[in-house]
């Protein structure tokens, strides 16, 4: 498993697209909390839910302005912009988000605390 916060968003981004949702819930936090694009406030469980979700699925997508902004030894703000297509729930979906994560490291371990999505209009 990567170690840093920069390998560690590039891992994060690729379990999303191969639906690794082992990979994800090592790397999520207990208190990890998700402003969706709509306002929406998830949890860990609703999260692992939406990865664990057969309907859902990633068709295309890229990360772009990827940058890392370390606030101090254990908390760094990853900054990217996320543009993807897919389904969810017999839907489909088309996003376009400027997004903010927050790692965290806790007993030597890098996790995502805290994520916010926003829709580019």
Same mark, same amino acid.
């Given at each position: 498993?990567?170690?840093?916060?920069?390998?560690?968003?590039?891992?994060?981004?690729?379990?999303?697209?191969?639906?690794?949702?082992?990979?994800?819930?090592?790397?999520?936090?207990?208190?990890?909390?998700?402003?969706?694009?709509?306002?929406?406030?998830?949890?860990?469980?609703?999260?692992?839910?939406?990865?664990?979700?057969?309907?859902? %699925?990633?068709?295309?997508?890229? !990360?772009?302005? =990827?940058? #890392?902004?370390?606030?101090?030894?254990?908390?760094?703000? @990853?900054?990217?912009?996320?543009?993807?297509?897919?389904?969810?729930?017999? %839907?489909?979906?088309?996003?376009? !988000?400027?997004? =903010?994560? #927050?790692?965290?490291?806790?007993?030597?371990?890098?996790? @995502?605390?805290?994520?916010?999505?926003?829709?580019?209009?």
């Amino acid at each position: 498993m990567p170690d840093g916060p920069a390998q560690l968003t590039s891992a994060w981004f690729d379990a999303w697209r191969t639906k690794d949702a082992g990979a994800i819930e090592r790397m999520i936090a207990p208190e990890y909390v998700y402003v969706a694009p709509n306002g929406a406030v998830l949890n860990r469980d609703t999260i692992l839910g939406i990865i664990r979700d057969p309907s859902y %699925r990633i068709a295309s997508g890229t !990360h772009t302005e =990827v940058s #890392v902004v370390h606030l101090g030894t254990e908390v760094a703000l @990853v900054l990217h912009h996320w543009r993807g297509q897919g389904t969810f729930g017999g %839907r489909e979906f088309v996003d376009d !988000h400027q997004c =903010v994560m #927050v790692w965290c490291r806790s007993d030597g371990r890098w996790r @995502v605390r805290y994520e916010q999505a926003s829709p580019i209009v």
